[in-house]
T-cell receptor
């Protein structure tokens, strides 16, 4: 099976713009989680989607949002970008066929806000 | 609040020597614990997990971890380190609400010298 894919891999945006990142989970996986990784804050949970519904949400402002489509692909959107949003954004999938509680991570999208 | 701590930012080991990467946790209820490894410009790779059962958990690439409930620790170990083990290691615990919410430690950089 193909692994988790994320597009784009690299992105440069300007403060105030918005950005959309995409994640395609492993085939058959219905849960997709998003994480933000920064040198200062480490890895932080953003949100989790399961069967097109947000199942859990971390402690991030409303500028961060996501959605999941019927094919389990997920997108996350960040509006009104700030310099502090520069980070590696990782998504992970889990679900049918995977051992319980194991998440499989994509390579990430490196977002740079200037 | 639930948290995971990795007290060492960096661990240096000579090739062939045993290695230990430390992790302590503070979670409510039964802890579900994980170790992930991250290589440069890559996503996280699952190493092992503790859900229940034996306190010594064996995982990928010869790694194992010892769960100690009284010390609330979950240290990662390997009997003989390889240069290729050099990477960033993350300990994580399952947060509340769903299985897609991982709480990560800050990470420990493991450096194995020939």
């Amino acid at each position: 099976k193909a692994g988790v894919t994320q597009t784009p891999r690299y992105l440069i945006k300007t403060r105030g713009q918005q950005v959309t990142l995409s994640c395609s989970p492993i085939s058959g996986h219905r849960s997709v989680s998003w994480y933000q990784q920064t040198p200062g804050q480490g890895l932080q949970f953003l949100f989790e989607y399961f069967s097109e519904t947000q199942r859990n949400k971390g402690n991030f402002p409303g500028r961060f949002s996501g959605r999941q489509f019927s094919n389990s692909r997920s997108e996350m959107n960040v509006s009104t970008l700030e310099l502090g949003d520069s980070a590696l954004y990782l998504c992970a999938s889990s679900g049918s066929g995977a051992p319980v509680y194991e998440q499989y991570f994509g390579p990430g999208t490196r977002l740079t806000v200037t | 609040a639930q948290s995971v701590a990795q007290p060492e930012d960096q661990v240096n080991v000579a090739e062939g020597n045993p290695l230990t990467v430390k992790c302590t946790y503070s979670v409510s209820g039964n802890p579900y614990l994980f170790w992930y490894v991250q290589y440069p410009n890559r996503g996280l790779q699952f190493l092992l997990k503790y859900i229940t059962g034996d306190n010594l958990v064996k995982g990928s690439y010869g790694f194992e971890a010892e769960f100690n409930k009284s010390q609330t620790s979950f240290h990662l170990k390997k009997p003989s380190a390889l240069v290729s083990d050099s990477a960033l290691y993350f300990c994580a615990a399952l947060g509340g609400g769903s299985q897609g919410n991982l709480i990560f430690g800050k990470g420990t950089k493991l450096s194995v010298k020939p």
